[in-house]
């Protein structure tokens, strides 16, 4: 297949790549700077997603990965055009590229986010919960791509939590650094927030086979095992060996966001294969050993 692939540097991304270079052609869509694997198969493509250049991309694609989103997506409102132009209006440039370039499948990297908080696994027909700008910018780029479905099969894989070996900056890798550090994490309530978070490995294999579906659809990619803020940082410190330290918030009622991955396991046909514990303890050892080679 030919691919074009945004956001091919990321964290998800640059797994995809490795994972698909073997046997497909990719136009990696990326601002300069960014790291791809030297390969045949791989194309650069120098571009900011704020305006796109159709006209360097090929003029004919089977499918396309949208796994870019804004790096200024915590700073709203003073980054909002930023986000908004890489997370929806890029979305809907590529929409019509591959429009034109008569692709057949085109996959959008949405989050599980987009349905707030549920106190059940949240489904992917339960109705939108916009908390905050970030998530509105990812759910109009979901309606934008569903719009397309006379043309391609419109995709939208709706990630929680990815984690996993050389992620930084994030969530998971936040929580274990601090654990390490001997800093509080901070917990709502008794347990702070419940999630099924996925490992990278497992996430980048539902990515993939999204690839081979024939009709639009909307799936959740998570992990198999719910867990909450306060187990996570117990789990942590166990793998670790340094005890976590608390500092508690009053609760503010049943926070969970957890994806049910029933439509993962049917229509992507994928079971998440990494336990909590192994990816804990690989992200766990790819962090500390960072920090030793660092200290020497």
């Known amino acids: 297949m030919?691919?074009?692939v945004t956001g091919a540097t990321g964290f998800v991304?640059?797994?995809?790549?490795?994972?698909?270079?073997?046997?497909?052609?990719?136009?990696?869509?990326?601002?300069?700077?960014?790291?791809?694997?030297?390969?045949?198969?791989?194309?650069r493509v120098e571009q900011?997603?704020?305006?796109?250049?159709?006209?360097?991309?090929?003029?004919?694609?089977?499918?396309?990965?949208?796994l870019a989103q804004s790096r200024e997506f915590r700073k709203f409102p003073d980054q909002a055009k930023d986000i908004f132009k890489v997370n929806t209006e890029s979305t809907l440039q590529l929409l019509e590229y591959g429009r034109h370039a008569k692709c057949r499948v085109f996959v959008y990297a949405s989050s599980g986010g987009v349905c707030g908080y549920l106190p059940r696994p949240?489904?992917?027909?339960?109705?939108?919960?916009?908390?905050?700008?970030?998530?509105?910018?990812?759910?109009?780029?979901?309606?934008?791509?569903?719009?397309?479905?006379?043309?391609?099969?419109?995709?939208?894989?709706?990630?929680?939590?990815?984690?996993?070996?050389?992620?930084?900056?994030?969530?998971?890798?936040?929580?274990?650094?601090?654990?390490?550090?001997g800093s509080p994490v901070t917990i709502a309530g008794k347990t702070g927030v419940a999630m099924n978070p996925v490992h990278v490995s497992d996430a980048v294999?539902?990515?993939?086979?999204?690839?081979?579906?024939?009709?639009?659809?909307?799936?959740?990619?998570?992990?198999?095992?719910?867990?909450?803020?306060y187990d996570l940082a117990e789990l942590i410190g166990q793998v670790t060996g340094q005890k976590p330290v608390y500092q508690y918030e009053p609760d503010k009622g049943a926070l969970a966001m957890?994806?049910?991955?029933?439509?993962?396991?049917?229509?992507?046909?994928?079971?998440?294969?990494?336990?909590?514990?192994?990816?804990?303890?690989?992200?766990?050892?790819?962090?500390?050993?960072?920090?030793?080679?660092t200290s020497r």
Do not use: W
């Open 2 to 4: 030919r691919i074009v």
């Open 13 to 43: 991304g640059g797994q995809v790549v490795r994972r698909l270079m073997s046997d497909h052609e990719l136009y990696c869509v990326t601002r300069k700077g960014g790291t791809l694997p030297v390969h045949p198969h791989v194309q």
């Open 48 to 66: 900011d997603l704020v305006t796109i250049d159709a006209g360097a991309l090929p003029k004919t694609v089977d499918a396309i990965l949208h």
């Open 122 to 181: 949240i489904v992917e027909t339960d109705p939108p919960q916009l908390i905050n700008f970030y998530l509105a910018s990812k759910y109009a780029a979901e309606c934008l791509v569903n719009s397309y479905g006379d043309f391609f099969a419109p995709i939208n894989l709706r990630y929680f939590f990815v984690y996993g070996e050389g992620q930084r900056d994030m969530f998971m890798p936040g929580l274990l650094t601090r654990v390490l550090q």
């Open 205 to 229: 294999e539902a990515t993939v086979r999204a690839l081979d579906l024939v009709r639009g659809d909307i799936i959740n990619v998570a992990g198999g095992e719910t867990t909450t803020v």
């Open 258 to 293: 957890v994806g049910s991955i029933e439509n993962m396991k049917l229509k992507l046909g994928v079971t998440p294969k990494i336990t909590l514990k192994e990816g804990i303890e690989r992200l766990a050892k790819d962090i500390m050993d960072e920090r030793s080679a």
